[in-house]
């Protein structure tokens, strides 16, 4: 497929968050071909493109005034395989979720809790993500990147990528530098151990009466889990969690817990604690909130909606409310998760 230009683009559907936002240029691009041809048509040199993936996890504050580029790259396949594992090979604008499905539909083991979190395969090993007590980068191999500071292609392996919670180098030091172009994670075959560790999935299993948990198993209970929980951004504007569960250190949990002595919390290797944010901002009183067109979710204080009408500058607004609130009544800063783009 050829390189896609559309001029004065509309990205309202292109963001879960249903935002109005507009740019001068949208460049929709199929393979790492598409990138070198824009590279020798100077296209680089002239522009700082925005990348673009599913839009799930970004706040467009306003329009932008730099195109867009959004990564459709197809393709999923296995590379290489053994008696144990197999090494799953997609293209960075393939649907995270149809790999996922794919992956149990084979009986590969390995990324079954990440089901039904919305966005690329290009996008995953920003934030590393993670649901359910897994997280990418315990399946992750490597990727394959084109360099925007020097027009090359490079590979980047586990150990290159420095990820943490909800973090990786792709977003702190080679942010908008990098274009994700392919993505490899190392699958088990046989004698893949299910994690069921999350209390949510756990009950869940135990009250269907589920004691040896199959792949697909435990990929039904996140689906119908995260059904139950989240809001389908079809039909309620969202970016899943807007913030990223704070973690502080003990003496700051210690002096919490004195006011609030039902704070849940878990403890973190180094000996700090993390806290769900989802907590404090309930604790705060926004829970199922809503101001003009924006509110917080019922059912997950986290989780930040567009009823329907709200532009990213009011979004963004009630979110540094939450986030002042929450300052106010624990002293935790809350960071944003979600890219917010100005
Ligand atoms: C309902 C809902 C539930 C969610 N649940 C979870 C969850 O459980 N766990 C979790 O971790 N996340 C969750 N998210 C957040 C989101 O789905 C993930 O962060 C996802 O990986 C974002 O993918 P995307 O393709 O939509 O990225 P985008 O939103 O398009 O982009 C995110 C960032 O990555 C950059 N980017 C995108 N593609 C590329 C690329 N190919 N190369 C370089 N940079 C790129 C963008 O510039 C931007 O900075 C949820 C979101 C929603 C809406």
């Given at each position: 497929m050829a390189i896609r230009i559309t001029k004065d683009a509309d990205l309202t559907h292109l963001n879960t968050l249903g935002l109005p936002a507009v740019t001068s240029y949208l460049v929709e691009i199929f393979s790492i071909n598409d990138l070198h041809e824009l590279s020798r048509e100077g296209f680089f040199e002239k522009e700082n493109p925005f990348i673009l993936g599913g839009g799930s996890n970004i706040l467009f504050k306003k329009n932008l005034s730099r195109p867009v580029l959004k990564i459709s790259i197809p393709g999923i396949s296995v590379t290489e395989e053994d008696d144990d594992t197999a090494l799953i090979e997609s293209g960075a604008g393939e649907n995270w979720h149809n790999l996922v499905f794919r992956t149990v539909d084979y009986h590969y083991g390995g990324i079954e809790n990440l089901a039904l979190i919305p966005g690329t395969v290009g996008a995953a090993p920003i934030q590393n993500i993670g649901a359910y007590g897994v997280e990418l980068e315990q399946v992750f191999e490597s990727l394959h990147c084109f360099d925007l500071r020097d027009h090359s292609e490079k590979i980047y392996r586990h150990s290159d990528c420095g990820f943490g919670y909800r973090d990786s180098i792709f977003k702190r030091e080679l942010k908008d530098r990098v274009i994700i172009t392919k993505v490899f994670l190392r699958l088990k075959k046989k004698n893949h151990t299910p994690n069921t560790s999350y209390h949510a999935l756990a009950t869940y299993l135990e009250n269907r009466k589920i004691t040896s948990p199959t792949i697909r198993d435990v990929y039904e209970a996140v689906v119908a889990i995260r059904r139950s929980?989240?809001?389908?951004?079809?039909?309620?504007?969202?970016?899943?969690?807007?913030?990223?569960?704070?973690?502080v250190e003990k003496s700051v949990h210690q002096r919490i817990c004195i006011d609030y002595p039902d704070i849940p919390s878990y403890p973190v290797a180094d000996g700090s604690i993390k806290i769900p944010a989802g907590w404090l901002i309930e604790k705060a009183g926004w829970k199922g909130k809503k101001v003009g067109n924006v509110g917080t979710?019922?059912?997950?204080?986290?989780?930040?909606?567009?009823?329907?009408?709200?532009?990213?500058?009011?979004?963004?607004?009630?979110?540094?409310?939450?986030?002042?609130?929450?300052?106010?009544?624990f002293g935790v800063e809350l960071v944003p998760e979600v890219n917010i783009v100005e």
């Open positions: 929980k989240l809001p389908d951004p079809v039909l309620l504007g969202n970016a899943g969690s807007f913030f990223k569960n704070p973690v979710y019922s059912n997950q204080a986290l989780v930040i909606v567009n009823h329907g009408g709200a532009t990213g500058d009011e979004i963004y607004q009630y979110a540094m409310r939450i986030r002042e609130s929450v300052k106010n009544m």
